[in-house]
């Protein structure tokens, strides 16, 4: 019998093990395990459930698990016209969503009002929430969705949440 | 029963109430005093057949004198009969009987029509907005309301700012032409406006 030491070389798990920084490991699994909340309102919101469906199939990237709960939500998918009536209730539910959290703005209406330029249209909902990425389009194809995902995906792999959290930190010591 | 019967039944039983009567492609349209609209409406119900409203609409005829005018659609199901009834409401304060107890559907063409023209309506069971929030001080499809908006703003409910036109696309240009000259597809703030020569291409 020989001591196993809890240190030893393992041949199971050779090859298994990655070395990186946290923040790194953080952001890989944030930007592929996005869940969206899906804020249908207009007709972008049926490319949102096209690119949803079998063809297009947002679950290549993680993103298939739409949330109507905000508080399980990470991104907020704002697809299609804001209206005033509506402008409040959108953020109100932004504001529900736990951090950390992104908005895609969908389509022209989202991003800027689009053709709406009239009394009852928020002129962009980057007038009340934050907004990430911007989708042109009117309404913008799937894969034009996907590609905003994409882009967030690479956004949020830029991120150093974890740094900046231990330099708050020993800031305030 | 046929349209033409109809009209020499309601001209019998109101006569100078009706004050216009116009034919068009087999639609009639009957002109009516503001005060006879609700018993024109009875006897149209009662006794004539038309059992469903189809819708009310409102005209802004503006710098106009009266100003607003009302259209009733009325339909005999059973008749297949289709009638047109108009009548007009004052400038300051309009206001006419709503029909809510004759049809209930009445009741919320007659909040549409309150909430974007600002027609008031008597005896309404609930004449609240429909479309816009309580508490929006304008009646934005007057035609004195401008296109981008005005500001307003209800703590908690919503808020409105105008919208930023600037002349782009999508807004008409005062210029005689087709719709093609009038609003081309591309047009920035600034740019002068469409020649009424120019025809934009295909």
């Given at each position: 019998m020989t001591d196993h030491s809890p240190y030893a070389y393992d041949s199971k798990i050779e090859g298994n093990i990655?070395?990186?920084?946290?923040?790194?490991?953080?952001?890989?699994?944030?930007?592929?395990?996005?869940?969206?909340?899906?804020?249908?309102?207009?007709?972008?919101?049926?490319?949102?459930?096209?690119?949803?469906?079998?063809?297009?199939?947002?679950?290549?990237?993680?993103?298939?698990?739409?949330?109507?709960?905000?508080?399980?939500?990470?991104?907020?998918?704002?697809?299609?016209?804001?209206?005033?009536?509506?402008?409040?209730?959108?953020?109100?539910?932004?504001?529900?969503?736990?951090?950390?959290?992104?908005?895609?703005?969908?389509?022209?209406c989202a991003s800027s009002g689009g053709m709406y330029r009239s009394y009852a249209v928020l002129q962009g909902i980057d007038q009340l929430i934050p907004v990430d990425v911007y989708i042109s389009g009117c309404p913008p194809r799937p894969e034009a969705l996907l590609d905003g995902l994409m882009r967030l995906q690479k956004k949020i792999m830029g991120e150093a949440s974890f740094l900046e959290q231990k330099r708050e930190l020993l800031a305030s010591i | 029963m046929n349209l033409d019967q109809v009209a020499a039944a309601i001209s019998e039983r109101f006569g100078p109430d009706v004050t216009g009567r116009v034919e068009f492609r087999?639609?009639?349209?009957?002109?009516?005093?503001?005060?006879?609209?609700?018993?024109?409406?009875?006897?149209?119900?009662?006794?004539?057949?038309?059992?469903?409203?189809?819708?009310?609409?409102?005209?802004?005829?503006?710098?106009?004198?009266?100003?607003?005018?009302?259209?009733?659609?009325?339909?005999?199901?059973?008749?297949?009969?289709?009638?047109?009834?108009?009548?007009?409401?004052?400038d300051d304060e309009p206001s006419v009987r709503s029909v809510c107890d004759l049809w209930p559907t009445a009741n919320w063409h007659e909040r549409e029509v309150w909430d974007m023209m600002g027609i008031r309506f008597q005896d309404h069971p609930d004449l609240r907005r429909i479309i816009m929030w309580d508490g929006y001080p304008f009646h934005p499809l007057r035609k004195d309301f401008p296109l981008e908006g005005k500001f307003s703003d209800v703590p908690d409910v919503a808020f409105t700012a105008p919208a930023p036109l600037s002349g782009g696309p999508f807004v008409t240009a005062p210029v005689n032409g087709t719709t093609e000259v009038r609003e081309p597809r591309a047009r920035r703030a600034g740019d002068p406006l469409p020649d009424a020569a120019f025809t934009a291409e295909p």
């Open positions: 990655i070395f990186t920084q946290l923040d790194t490991a953080i952001n890989w699994m944030r930007s592929n395990s996005l869940w969206p909340m899906p804020m249908g309102l207009a007709c972008c919101a049926i490319e949102l459930m096209a690119a949803g469906a079998a063809r297009f199939d947002i679950a290549r990237f993680g993103a298939e698990v739409m949330r109507f709960s905000p508080r399980q939500a990470d991104v907020m998918i704002v697809a299609g016209t804001v209206t005033y009536k509506m402008a409040l209730a959108v953020k109100r539910i932004y504001d529900q969503m736990a951090d950390p959290k992104w908005v895609i703005a969908m389509g022209a | 087999g639609e009639l349209s009957l002109s009516l005093q503001p005060a006879a609209l609700h018993p024109v409406c009875e006897f149209c119900r009662d006794e004539l057949g038309f059992d469903l409203l189809l819708d009310i609409s409102s005209v802004d005829h503006f710098e106009h004198e009266p100003r607003n005018e009302l259209v009733y659609e009325l339909y005999s199901l059973a008749r297949g009969l289709h009638l047109r009834l108009k009548t007009t409401a004052g």
